[in-house]
């Protein structure tokens, strides 16, 4: 068998090392996984409440078109239902996008390093990949916007960044906006949009009444705590959604995630209250770098990327050992460094304390 000559130098997605694999390996009674930003306070009592309503239902296939969640969501944005489109994950809509645009003719521009989806699945469809590095972690958009030319098909900017946790200003990205050509795409992913704080972030979903070629990405793994059910959508253009349709998957998205994002949505107060943690939170690692004099960037998201000046799998190593799971700076392009999930805040004095160890 044959296989596309362009996956034999992928490699597959490569996640935090599960809990029970480290419990077992290092023969440890108590790990912290602080390497996938996942929410560390869970989801939603309303939404763990909707999950058992539909227990009894598992025998049927879901709604493929996600009617009541659409209606529900379109509500909340403020946007036409037809403006929407859902996903295993924000992680499918990327793997859509690139299924129903990109080809070996066509070329795809991206930050790097960022998250490695939009690079992995360009890949698979055999198109150019232009990446341009970030400059003092963030995007370089003057410099994505001269890469352009009549085969590019895709921008992505990831705003919040992964995994930097920096962002793209309002003037930055409607100055960007005016002069991508109409034919090539915008995907601005926001996976943590519900964390951003920053006054300067620009409100995306109101431009796409403006911008047709401009996509939105959202998720309901983060901040929501959804994460295990895996449901995402993308904002856009009503056209433009009809017509990338085809290449999602019929009923892509579960009964049980489609019913805890409706209650999730509903559960506002759950938002807040997890954001003000996490600000608590990252805090406490501003603090410890500014005791240590460590340097990183400030973060719109519920992770922090640190640089420790040392090699970051030894470092990573030696967390493993003592019960803490993060994410290497050399998996994410940004050696001596490490990603650190905002913990609660007895997870973050415990493995601050670790590190001050380690350190001196």
Same mark, same amino acid.
């Given at each position: ?19 029970? *694999?480290?419990? &077992?390996?290092? +023969? ?8 996938? +930003?996942? %929410? ?31 209606? /529900?969501?379109?509500? #909340? ?29 066509? %070329? ?15 890949? =698979? ?9 970030? /400059?003092?972690?963030?995007? !370089?958009?003057?410099?994505m916007l001269n890469k352009i030319d009549e085969q590019t098909k895709i921008v992505w900017v990831c705003s919040p960044n992964n995994p930097t946790g920096t962002y793209v200003t309002r003037l930055s990205l409607l100055s960007f906006l005016e002069k991508v050509p109409s034919h090539v795409l915008v995907v601005v992913d926001e996976a943590y949009y519900e964390y951003v704080g920053a006054e300067d972030y620009p409100e995306t979903v109101p431009l796409i009444n403006k911008y047709p070629n401009l996509m939105v990405l959202r998720t ?7 994460? $295990?059910? &895996?449901?995402? #959508? ?17 009923? %892509? ?9 409706? $209650?999730?949505? @509903? ?8 954001? *003000?943690?996490? +600000? ?5 690692? #501003? @603090? ?7 340097? #990183? ?8 990327? =640190? ?13 493993? *050992?003592?019960?803490?799971?993060? &994410? ?19 997870? %973050?004095?415990?493995?601050? !304390? ?7």
């Open positions: 068998m044959q296989i596309k000559e362009q996956l034999l130098g992928l490699k597959p997605y490569q996640p935090g090392k599960p809990i029970e *694999e480290v419990q &077992r390996e290092y +023969n440890l009674t108590k790990v912290i996984k602080l390497a996938s +930003n996942e %929410n560390p306070y869970g989801s939603s009592q309303l939404a763990k409440e909707a999950i058992k309503e539909e227990l009894d239902q598992l025998g049927l296939y879901p709604d493929g078109y996600s009617a009541a969640l659409r209606t /529900k969501l379109a509500n #909340y944005l403020e946007v036409k239902e037809e403006e929407l489109i859902f996903g295993n994950g924000s992680d499918e809509i990327i793997q859509i996008i690139c299924r129903a645009l990109l080809d070996q003719q066509s %070329n795809t521009i991206m930050a790097t390093p960022s998250f490695p989806q939009y690079k992995h699945n360009a890949v =698979i469809e055999g198109a150019e990949i232009r990446e341009v590095p970030l /400059k003092n972690g963030m995007h !370089d958009l003057d410099t309901f793994s983060k901040a929501y705590g959804l994460a $295990a059910l &895996r449901i995402g #959508y993308g904002i856009a253009n009503a056209t433009f959604i009809r017509q990338i349709e085809p290449a999602r998957e019929p009923f %892509n998205t579960s009964r049980i995630a489609q019913a805890a994002a409706i $209650a999730a949505i @509903d559960d506002q107060q759950f938002i807040a209250d997890c954001v *003000e943690k996490n +600000n608590k939170g990252l805090q406490q690692y #501003y @603090d410890f770098c500014a005791e240590m004099n460590l340097t #990183y960037y400030p973060s719109e998201t519920n992770f922090i990327l =640190i640089d420790f000046k040392r090699d970051s799998d030894e470092l990573f190593q030696a967390l493993l *050992e003592k019960g803490y799971i993060v &994410r290497s700076g050399n998996a994410l392009g940004v050696p001596g460094s490490l990603r650190i999930t905002v913990g609660s805040e007895e997870q %973050n004095a415990e493995i601050i !304390d670790v590190l001050k160890n380690f350190l001196k």
